[in-house]
């Protein structure tokens, strides 16, 4: 557990001590009064409400201090705080000043999809020989990156951070507070595409996760041409040092030689070692990309492959990625509702239509938010994915899902294709009544479509 006395914090921050002494024990940091812990800071951020506003309900919780940007006028008496401009940039100066005290090999995760997947895999493969903390949930933005680096154990020797964004300049700013060692780019999707523009433009908000750092090594896709070019024509060359790919193509420095998709698990080999295979816990081909550049990870902090198979062999992912649950009626049960994009989409569709099942394959799709002008284009596209002969029952949810469901309906049965867009409690009791013993369902939507809620009904646990 981290520790701090107030006067390290001030110092930390610049700020100035109110009613302290300074030998005050600080033992974690909260922006939350509902998450707050007794003995955390609090961090008032002013947002649609003014976090100073809930000071007491922070006392009352056990705050042992707090950061204060408002009139000294509003302040509680005799309660120990820290006067600054402006809490926002002291917790990020907090967090920068924590960072550089403990000092661990950083390692930047960013990407349209499988961010949080690949940040996974990063941190079982560091495992094997160093003492990891990596980001928590989707703690990945300018207040979720600060957060995750000052609940960093005190003898962190690899720290992972996810890095998401929706628009430019974000991940130039947690790029420049992280100061990343290693930089990972999953992948260039269609992810925020409504305020970005173009995948072009995605692209380039991506690979400013370089610009902080001060010559490590950039890993990413070879097959992303985009990215290809950037790189090749010196995008990159102020801050990185070396460049390591992966792929499909044999112009990377590592891809896999053969592929096996199985229900719960996806065997792989790859062309530094072809005769051994590496049988991810994860079900889908498209994760062994993820894998790939979890395995470079390992490379450049000294991990070897042997070590980083047996360890993504047994890599826990974040709750509700992928995550095989027990239903009602004896079905099961396969959550990825926490995020999606037209590519994520499309990849688990193909790989839910081509795995055996014992029963019925049934597959619920809910809405791909932040596609702008292009979301009925990019929700069409998803019929290239959907093969009718394979699937029993699809059904959608949404109004942007409403372009899929008319793309579909000559192709299949209108038994086969059902589209809801109003209360999910309608969805929920329509696939009450509709499962049976055997029944496999696949839940896949962007997590503002609330589908997870929908899990949760049908789900035993």
Not at 200 to 219: H, N, P, R, W
Request: proline residues 4%; hydrophobic residues 40%.
């Amino acid at each position: 557990m981290p520790s701090w006395t107030i006067k390290e914090i001030t110092e930390a921050v610049n700020g100035k001590m109110i009613s302290a002494i300074g030998d005050e024990s600080i033992t974690g940091v909260s922006f939350d009064t509902r998450l707050l812990e007794k003995g955390d800071l609090f961090i008032p951020l002013t947002a649609e409400r003014n976090g100073h506003e809930f000071i007491q309900s922070a006392i009352d919780k056990g705050a042992a201090a707090a950061l204060w940007s408002d009139n000294l006028t509003s302040a509680p008496a005799d309660f120990p705080l820290i006067k600054v401009t402006d809490t926002e940039k002291a917790f990020q100066d907090f967090a920068r000043y924590y960072l550089k005290k403990v000092g661990p090999k950083v390692v930047g995760v960013t990407g349209s999809n499988g961010k949080t997947t690949t940040k996974d895999m990063v941190a079982a493969v560091a495992s094997a020989r160093y003492r990891t903390h990596k980001t928590e949930g989707n703690f990945n933005n300018h207040l979720g990156m600060p957060h995750t680096i000052l609940r960093m154990p005190a003898d962190t020797e690899v720290l992972i951070l996810e890095m998401g964004m929706s628009e430019s300049g974000e991940i130039h700013l947690l790029s420049n507070m992280a100061e990343p060692d290693v930089a990972i780019i999953t992948m260039i999707g269609e992810s925020h595409i409504e305020f970005l523009g173009s995948r072009e433009a995605i692209s380039q908000a991506k690979l400013e996760i370089v610009d902080g750092m001060k010559g490590g090594t950039l890993i990413y896709p070879v097959d992303e041409p985009l990215l290809r070019e950037k790189v090749k024509g010196g995008y990159v060359q102020d801050t990185v040092k070396r460049i390591l790919t992966f792929g499909h193509s044999e112009e990377a420095d590592i891809y896999a030689v053969k592929t096996e998709p199985e229900v719960r698990h996806t065997l792989f080999a790859t062309n530094s070692m072809p005769n051994t295979e590496c049988r991810l816990p994860i079900p889908g081909i498209y994760n062994v990309q993820n894998a790939l550049s979890a395995i470079l990870a390992g490379e450049v902090l000294g991990v070897t492959q042997e070590e980083a198979f047996e360890q993504l062999e047994n890599f826990q992912l974040t709750k509700n990625r992928l995550e095989w649950k027990d239903g009602i009626n004896g079905t099961t049960i396969l959550n990825d509702a926490y995020n999606a994009s037209p590519s994520s989409m499309k990849a688990v569709l193909n790989y839910f239509q081509n795995i055996d099942l014992p029963g019925r394959r049934i597959i619920v799709l809910g809405d791909v938010l932040e596609l702008g002008d292009q979301s009925r284009e990019m929700h069409e596209s998803l019929s290239e994915a959907v093969h009718p002969d394979k699937i029993d029952l699809l059904v959608l949810f949404g109004q942007e899902m409403k372009s899929l469901d008319n793309k579909l309906k000559p192709k299949m049965a209108e038994s086969r294709l059902v589209h809801f867009s109003g209360e999910k409690a309608e969805l929920t009791d329509f696939l009450r009544t509709r499962l049976k013993e055997d029944d496999t369902i696949l839940v896949k939507s962007s997590l503002s479509t609330g589908l997870l809620e929908v899990v949760s009904e049908l789900s035993l646990d």
